[in-house]
């Protein structure tokens, strides 16, 4: 069964896809929590950080992080954030970053 973020890889659901390349796909959140709220998705269908292996699409969401953000204007920085598990606050099973920016983060996050 190809997970939520899968669907939108193959265009099965629509979203607004502001990059992609071979490993990575990457969209708007649906619910945005900031001005720019991307999410950064591995084409490889991996649950989370917990069951990462050691090589694969993941690797590239860093690379693709960067890229995107010098694209979104991000010229006063960016927050990046992985959800894992019930205590992380991840609610899709399919390994994805959250690419923040356009305002002033707070830390500690909640
Ligand atoms: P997480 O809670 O870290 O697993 O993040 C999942 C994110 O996916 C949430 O921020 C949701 O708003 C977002 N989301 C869920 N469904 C969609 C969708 N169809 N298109 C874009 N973002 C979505």
Redesign the pocket.
């Known amino acids: 069964m190809p997970t939520?973020f899968t669907k939108?890889i193959q265009r099965e659901?629509p979203?607004d896809i502001v990059y992609e390349d071979d490993h990575v796909v990457a969209?708007r959140?649906?619910?945005p929590q900031a001005p720019v709220h991307i999410?950064i998705v591995p084409r490889q269908e991996v649950d989370g950080l917990a069951e990462l292996p050691e090589t694969g699409d993941h690797l590239y969401i860093l690379n693709a992080a960067k890229t995107i953000a010098e694209s979104e204007g991000l010229t006063s920085g960016y927050r990046l954030v992985i959800?894992q598990g019930v205590h992380g606050?991840?609610?899709?099973q399919h390994l994805?970053a959250?690419l923040l920016g356009g305002r002033k983060m707070n830390w500690p996050p909640g």
């Open positions: 939520l939108i659901i979203a969209f959140d649906l619910d999410l959800n606050g991840q609610s899709v994805h959250h």
